[in-house]
């Protein structure tokens, strides 16, 4: 296979929420059986079809990287983690809907990435609101996706898709919610999918096609906020 162009996207979110599942449903379009703790980082591949179905169609590698991790802790536990997220071209942040703190913690995720050398302190408040600010100059292309949507039960879903709906409003990004045991969540042609193909077209518009003179070093856009091994590559 010829070499093709790449784009580095994030999957940042607590421990436990699911992210390698999610990875791996993205990369291999199949379930992960048996689950473990991510140390580090382990990057997966998925090859997508930018503006498939068009003349301006191209294909490239998506690389996703499974960051490991509680957030905050340690300040060498952060420090080591900021090797990761160098050259970042897209994120994509990842809650469990069954757990309203890790669905809080992705400002702090956020802002730990964006921001590498600033202290994200003071983010949230009492109510739930953030400040925007810490996030104005530093803005990537992002996408929120919530896992364990199969945990709960049908009589509490709208209850819970209406209590994390700003997460979406907040990062002004689209939102995907879902089971990663279950592959037909990003059946080709679902809602799903098509928000996920125009998110990845997205991160790599501002990466090869938009040029900003004011263009940080893998944050191509900054006006909206947007160890492992290559392998097993999957066609979307």
């Keep these: 296979m010829a070499s093709l162009d790449r784009v580095k996207v ?14 791996h449903l993205l990369c291999q379009n199949q379930v992960l059986g048996n689950p473990s703790w991510t140390v580090g980082c382990s990057v997966d591949v998925r090859v997508h079809d930018y503006k ?5 169609e191209k294909t490239f590698y998506i690389e996703l990287w499974d960051v490991g991790g509680s957030v905050g802790g340690a300040s060498s536990v952060k ?18 809907l069954t757990n309203k703190k890790s669905s809080q913690n992705l400002y ?9 050398d ?35 039960h049908e009589s509490k879903r709208n209850e819970v898709l209406t209590r994390i709906a700003f997460l979406a409003e907040d990062f002004n990004a ?6 990663c045991t279950n592959p037909r969540y990003l059946a080709a042609g679902s809602s799903n999918a098509v928000k996920l ?25 900054r ?10 590559l999957h066609y979307d």
Excluded: C
């Excluded at 080591?80 to 994120?91: D, E, K, L, P, Q």
């Design 79 to 96: 420090s080591t983690r900021a090797v990761f997220f160098n050259s970042v071209n897209g994120i994509i942040l990842v809650h469990d």
């Design 10 to 23: 994030l999957v940042l979110g607590d421990s436990g929420v699911g992210k390698s599942s999610l990875v």
């Design 108 to 116: 702090r995720w956020s802002l730990e990435a964006v921001n590498r």
């Design 52 to 56: 498939e179905g068009t003349p301006e």
């Design 223 to 232: 006006k909206r906020f947007g160890g492992g091994v290559l392998k097993n």
């Design 174 to 179: 689209e939102e995907i919610n879902l089971d």
């Design 118 to 152: 600033l202290v994200p302190s003071g983010v949230l408040v009492t109510n739930g609101d953030y400040d925007r600010e810490q996030f104005a100059d530093n803005q990537i292309p992002l996408l929120v996706i919530g896992t364990k949507l199969d945990q709960i």
């Design 197 to 221: 193909s125009r998110f990845f077209d997205k991160v790599i518009e501002k990466r090869y096609f938009i040029r900003d003179g004011n263009q940080m070093p893998g944050f191509p856009d």
